[in-house]
């Protein structure tokens, strides 16, 4: 009895430890994950429940009232719309412009060198911090910077255009400064998906007679659809999120004129302490970007 | 089988010892033997450990104030503190924005240093979160005598902030813009009217400049209130907000209005933090602002041939009285956590101490708060001696300094501002009537 008690231990020993050998290996990750994701998210979603947290030593839960409160306040209606049109913006012009440019340097009638010059030019701006990218364009944009001088020489305009202090002008010029900042990240992306792209496919549309725009809407775009996919959900959820270039330029101003879901959220916690509607606010945003998120691994998979 | 069995239970049984003993440590953090610090969140109802002698005991203290003095000099004089009473003092020195987020950060969770260096503008909230301690109680058991102090910042009639050190805001004036366009220095509104027009008239640039932007709206109480608090009046009645209907603030929305009008205030104004307008006068492109004089060794640095002086900020036609100038400062409390409150106490006393206040203001440019204090300023730095004399010939004043969410009600009047000066707010009384609705909210 004693003797097969430890064959059978000496046997499985090396079995158990094969099997509990992966999960050790994870342990520090899931143990990172749990501190630094899945603990704040449940702390975020259950304040959001309750009565004025932090500030409060005893909160008392209170619903959905939190909730209430932020559909009700008209500064969130003005951060939704705003956001609306800074994300939407983002994303129709980061294609755009991604898709131009990676057309471009993959075309056979640019010498090698001219490439690549023009593929680190071209993406340079991804490789600046959001700080760099604010105050290099605070200044290009100050009513007395070159953008202005530019278009005073070129007898453009004669007046000082205010960029970022207008509220007629602040929008479209946060949404400008971080289509900048972000096509490089198509431009790479769709280059590398247009190298992958077979040249039989337009060597036969071309025995066929398809002309340079068939070629582009009948083989080119089909071929990309899924890496655009991909690179639409990812920039949905990156741009709705995007916070320290809105801070470092225009703080939401001039009055609520570029005020997004992320600046609203952090005056609601860091300026009002009201951390209980922030954690509201956030749920919301998180609810959303999580909807995106699903369709972004169900799309995954489905290519697999 | 068995022998398997066992194992796991021994392996669950290693695990748990292990959780609970780890657990046992985080939670016996504060019985801990050592003295070291009285962050760790123990709660001390006696307000003092009852030992004040204590070589072993090491009080905290976070502030912002070691990096922006020079090097080892907070050092120096926190060092001078222990010579004379044994007790230690642990410098945690991180920039402004850090040991704002750090103090909050502590506040919420009960961890915050010993003695922290605190901002006037954040006294209220942590008062009522009950993160710092009452100070007015501390200093009656001391039997300390606070008629010393140039100023206290209290909430509910106690005391939680004292300001060590004050640091004023002048008026600059771009010297060589004035003599190009042939103007005299204005003493009140109508003259700087006229003085801003003909600068922008004959020069091309701006007469004046204010910060705006939402993101750091400390505009309104530098740029702004100081109109008001220069011709002697205050935006508070009792400690709340007498906006609706005060006359003297209704004439200053007028007359900043005025010079918006008049196209001479710097332009980009609601996107413009202080720094940028920092560098808009120091590039010579505004003739006045309104500024801290902390500024002033970076703007003689930048521009070197830059002729400035310094001038009372101009007041309301006819008003003769003192004017009241706008001071920041660098303030200091005492958390509620610490085991070691009357220790703390000692502390701010020798920081407040006319000897040692005035060194410090010395190094920080600044000016003491305690009002014995005799600060040995270099005589050759002239400009900084007038602009002393100029704050010695009014008061010291920031009526925000306390309030609750003080930050978000300049924040809420510079929203209403920027719409009264687009015109989508009629008049000045119906602007300040809505930022009096929107103000008392904070005050509930």
Not at chain 1, 282 to 297: E, K, N
Not at chain 2, 99 to 127: E, H, K, N, P
Not at chain 2, 373 to 396: C, H, M, R, S, W
Request: some cysteine.
């Amino acid at each position: 009895m004693k003797a097969n008690s430890i064959n059978i231990y000496k046997q499985d020993a090396p079995s158990l430890r094969k099997k509990t050998e992966p999960y050790l290996y994870l342990l520090p990750t899931l143990l990172l994950m749990c501190v630094l994701l899945i603990i704040p998210i449940i702390m975020v979603i259950r304040y959001s429940f309750y009565d004025n947290v932090i500030i409060n030593k005893n909160p008392v839960f209170v619903g959905l009232e939190n909730f209430k409160l932020i559909f009700e306040n008209s500064t969130f209606v003005v951060a939704v719309k705003n956001t609306i049109v800074f994300v939407g913006g983002s994303i129709v012009f980061h294609m755009i412009f991604g898709l131009a440019f990676a057309v471009v340097l993959n075309t056979k009638y640019l010498h090698r060198r001219t490439k690549a010059v023009s593929r680190v030019l071209l993406a340079l701006p991804w490789m600046f911090t959001a700080s760099v990218i604010a105050i290099l364009w605070k200044m290009m944009m100050n009513p007395n910077g070159i953008i202005n001088y530019l278009l005073s020489v070129t007898n453009l305009s004669s007046s000082h255009i205010e960029w970022l202090a207008s509220r007629d002008f602040a929008l479209f010029s946060i949404t400008f400064i971080n289509i900048w900042a972000g096509y490089p990240f198509y431009m790479v992306s769709l280059l590398a998906g247009l190298q992958g792209i077979p040249n039989d496919l337009y060597e036969a549309a071309a025995i066929d007679g398809a002309n340079i725009s068939q070629r582009f809407f009948r083989i080119t775009l089909p071929q990309l659809k899924p890496i655009i996919i991909s690179l639409v959900m990812l920039d949905f959820v990156w741009t709705i999120q995007q916070f320290a270039l809105i801070w470092m330029t225009t703080g939401g101003g001039p009055i609520n004129a570029t005020e997004m879901m992320s600046t609203f959220i952090y005056k609601l916690g860091f300026s009002k302490y009201e951390y209980a509607q922030a954690s509201a606010s956030a749920v919301i945003l998180l609810v959303v970007c999580t909807i995106v998120a699903i369709f972004y691994v169900r799309h995954q998979r489905g290519q697999e | 089988m068995l022998k398997l069995k066992a194992f796991h239970k021994t392996s669950f049984a290693v695990l748990l010892i292990a959780l609970l003993l780890t657990l046992t440590a985080c939670g016996n953090n504060n019985s801990s033997p050592s003295n070291t610090s009285g962050s760790s969140g123990s709660q001390s109802d006696t307000g003092s450990s009852g030992n004040s002698g204590g070589s072993d005991i090491t009080l905290e203290f976070q502030q912002w104030w070691g990096v922006e003095l020079p090097d080892g000099a907070l050092q120096e004089i926190v060092d001078g503190f222990t010579a004379q009473t044994g007790i230690k003092i642990k410098l945690l020195s991180n920039p402004y924005a850090d040991t704002r987020t750090q103090i909050a950060a502590g506040a919420a969770a009960g961890t915050m240093a010993d003695v922290v260096g605190l901002d006037g503008s954040w006294v209220y909230d942590f008062a009522k979160q009950g993160a710092i301690a009452n100070l007015t109680a501390l200093m009656e058991a001391d039997g300390y005598d606070d008629s010393q102090l140039s100023d206290q910042i209290r909430v509910d009639g106690n005391t939680f902030m004292i300001p060590v050190v004050n640091f004023a805001y002048p008026m600059y004036v771009n010297l060589d813009l004035v003599n190009e366009a042939g103007v005299s220095i204005p003493t009140n509104w109508t003259e700087f009217v006229n003085v801003t027009k003909t600068i922008k008239e004959k020069t091309g640039k701006a007469g004046w400049a204010i910060p705006l932007s939402t993101e750091s709206p400390s505009g309104i109480q530098n740029n702004f209130m100081s109109w008001l608090w220069a011709s002697g009046g205050s935006m508070l009645k009792d400690g709340k907000p007498n906006l609706a209907g005060n006359d003297d603030l209704i004439a200053t929305l007028e007359f900043v209005k005025q010079l918006f009008d008049n196209g001479v205030v710097a332009q980009g104004a609601y996107a413009m933090k202080e720094a940028d307008m920092v560098e808009e006068f120091t590039n010579g492109r505004v003739a006045f602002m309104t500024d801290s004089l902390a500024h002033l060794t970076t703007i003689k640095s930048e521009a070197p041939d830059l002729n400035i002086d310094f001038i009372p900020i101009p007041v309301k036609d006819g008003y003769t009285g003192k004017s009241g100038m706008d001071v920041a400062n660098w303030g200091i409390g005492i958390a509620e956590n610490s085991k070691y409150k009357a220790e703390a106490m000692k502390f701010i006393e020798y920081m407040m101490s006319p000897e040692v206040n005035a060194k410090l203001a010395v190094l920080a440019n600044a000016f003491p708060g305690n009002i014995h204090a005799q600060p040995d300023y270099p005589a050759d730095n002239t400009l900084f001696l007038k602009a002393y004399e100029i704050y010695q010939a009014g008061y010291a004043i920031n009526e925000f300094t306390g309030l609750p969410t003080s930050e978000e009600l300049m924040r809420q009047f510079d929203e209403q501002l920027q719409l009264y000066l687009d015109g989508d707010t009629k008049t000045a009384a119906e602007m300040l009537e809505k930022t009096q609705e929107i103000w008392v909210k904070a005050f509930k």
